[in-house]
């Protein structure tokens, strides 16, 4: 709406013909370059023509998430929650095993537990994957308790302690993915004391000369065998009388799209078994990694940048990236004559962007909005993973101010810094996307209870809630 001058405004709002969009109230007050609905409290700001700036009824346009108008399920429940959706879940998996079909090579999914191992996600995945990837006894009985049999997953992880590979050995399973000659010694002897023989697949640490690789692989380099201990593994291997080297994996880190930096690492695994003649290697695990929709990996200079308010072009993830990759490795494979079967270990690209996080905002301190939700829900730093955040009660809203966006505790509770978004007012929805790894898995109690979980449900119209917000009874009892 238009106005002149602020008699026009003062006369609109002296016969209540201005109405506020977000509470219907028809009665404000005028100050400087704003006027504030008397009721809610919301700004409404006037340009330097004097124009009112109401909030246009684009910008009041719901958001949904999958088939649920978020606008309208947030006003009726208390924030902060998560919501997953089954649907979400199952096309991110129809992409993995279409991509797998169109290709010609011989692909096995396994999902990583670790990523999310509520019940109802793992419930969900089994319906689709019949192998998972597990690296503690903790995620062992959760993807047991699933449904899932012993023979169809794998172990890995830096530690092994000897009572979770014992519950493993004893559940059937048989693929062990090492990451040092230490844990083929162990594995070797439980295999003995116990009459069984159990297959490993060594992970190979890859480095490259990059100067910004170099900085990372300070912290990288205690995952996986360096050159020098794969040598030594392989000259003992006929030494261990119950494992059988069956594989070789490897991991490049999280949120890669770089088809190339796969093609590099396999090209390095086909070299080593050529080099030492390795003719009963079945298979590569080329890990996880994979790209998730709403989330992206900082770099150094997106970081930088960010700080300094400005934001560095980024390319779009490529939808079609699975399947670029598939043709790029069979065609290796073709090359060098190769037939071995590709082992791929997503997580987060099967349920990142299937779960987000809802919360509400607590108050806007001049570049600061605070959030009734906590990073104790989504753990991972902000430095190194850039999550989209959106204000969905300005949904259309132009994007005209950058603001920082804290949670409710203490310490280093930050989302992002510098993000552009419309104005925001307190009791604005927002949603930080890609909430659905690495985020319950990981989540914890400090000053704050997990809060509820919904999941959309597929072939229905149901919202079921599977887990309610914890009680604060039931966190301390024992615990005195």
């Known amino acids: 709406m238009n106005i002149k001058n602020n008699l026009d405004l003062e006369n609109l709002i002296k016969n209540k013909v201005l109405i506020c969009p977000k509470c219907h109230n028809n009665s404000f007050d005028i100050h400087s370059f704003l006027i504030a609905?008397?009721?809610?409290?919301?700004?409404?700001?006037?340009?330097?023509?004097?124009?009112?700036?109401?909030?246009?009824?684009?910008?009041?346009?719901?958001?949904?998430?999958?088939?649920?108008?978020?606008?309208?399920?947030?006003?009726?429940?208390?924030?902060?929650?998560?919501?997953?959706?089954?649907?979400?879940?199952?096309?991110n998996i129809d992409i993995l095993f279409n991509a797998a079909k169109e290709s010609n090579l011989k692909i096995k999914i396994y999902y990583s537990v670790k990523t999310n191992f509520n019940r109802f996600i793992l419930n969900i995945v089994k319906n689709n994957i019949n192998h998972a990837s597990v690296s503690s006894g903790l995620e062992l009985s959760a993807a047991l308790t699933s449904g899932f049999e012993g023979k169809d997953l794998s172990f890995d992880g830096p530690v092994y302690e000897e009572k979770d590979i014992l519950s493993a050995i004893n559940a059937g399973v048989e693929l062990f993915n090492i990451d040092s000659y230490e844990q083929a010694v162990l594995l070797n002897r439980l295999a003995q004391e116990n009459n069984r023989f159990l297959k490993i697949s060594p992970r190979l640490n890859f480095f490259s000369g990059n100067i910004f690789y170099k900085i990372n692989y300070l912290f990288t380099d205690r995952f996986g065998f360096s050159n020098e201990?794969?040598?030594?593994?392989?000259?003992?291997?006929?030494?261990?009388?119950?494992?059988?080297?069956?594989?070789?994996?490897?991991?490049?880190?999280?949120?890669?799209?770089?088809?190339?930096?796969?093609?590099?690492?396999?090209?390095?695994?086909?070299?080593?078994?050529?080099?030492?003649?390795?003719?009963d290697i079945k298979h590569i695990n080329i890990g996880g990694g994979f790209p998730a929709k709403g989330i992206r990996k900082n770099s150094f200079m997106s970081i930088l940048f960010r700080f300094f308010g400005m934001n560095l072009k980024r390319k779009e993830i490529n939808d079609n990236f699975i399947s670029e990759l598939n043709r790029e490795i069979s065609s290796l494979f073709k090359k060098n004559n190769i037939d071995l079967e590709i082992i791929y270990q997503p997580g987060r690209y099967i349920v990142g962007d299937a779960g987000i996080l809802v919360s509400r905002i607590f108050s806007v301190k001049e570049k600061w909005i605070f959030v009734d939700a906590?990073?104790?829900?989504?753990?991972?730093?902000?430095?190194?993973?850039?999550?989209?955040?959106?204000?969905?009660?300005?949904?259309?809203?132009?994007?005209?101010?950058?603001?920082?966006?804290?949670?409710?505790?203490?310490?280093?509770?930050?989302?992002?810094?510098?993000?552009?978004?419309?104005?925001?007012?307190?009791?604005?929805?927002?949603?930080?996307?890609?909430?659905?790894?690495?985020?319950?898995?990981?989540?914890?109690?400090?000053?704050?209870?997990?809060?509820?979980?919904?999941?959309?449900?597929?072939?229905?119209?149901?919202?079921?809630?599977?887990?309610k917000e914890e009680n604060v009874s039931d966190i301390y009892e024992g615990k005195f």
């Open 37 to 91: 609905c008397s009721q809610c409290k919301t700004e409404y700001s006037i340009n330097k023509e004097g124009i009112v700036r109401f909030i246009d009824n684009n910008c009041q346009q719901p958001f949904f998430f999958s088939t649920v108008n978020l606008n309208t399920f947030s006003e009726q429940h208390n924030t902060p929650f998560f919501i997953f959706s089954e649907k979400i879940i199952n096309d």
């Open 229 to 279: 201990e794969i040598k030594r593994l392989l000259k003992d291997i006929s030494s261990f009388k119950n494992l059988k080297l069956s594989g070789f994996a490897f991991h490049l880190g999280s949120q890669l799209n770089n088809v190339s930096a796969y093609l590099s690492a396999i090209k390095k695994i086909i070299c080593l078994i050529k080099k030492h003649n390795l003719k």
């Open 374 to 467: 906590s990073v104790n829900y989504l753990p991972e730093n902000f430095l190194g993973l850039n999550r989209r955040i959106i204000n969905i009660s300005k949904l259309h809203g132009k994007k005209s101010f950058k603001y920082s966006i804290a949670g409710r505790t203490l310490c280093s509770d930050i989302f992002n810094i510098n993000v552009k978004m419309p104005r925001p007012d307190r009791g604005d929805f927002i949603v930080l996307e890609s909430a659905g790894a690495y985020s319950l898995s990981r989540a914890n109690n400090f000053t704050t209870v997990i809060p509820d979980i919904y999941l959309i449900k597929e072939n229905s119209s149901d919202i079921e809630l599977t887990k």
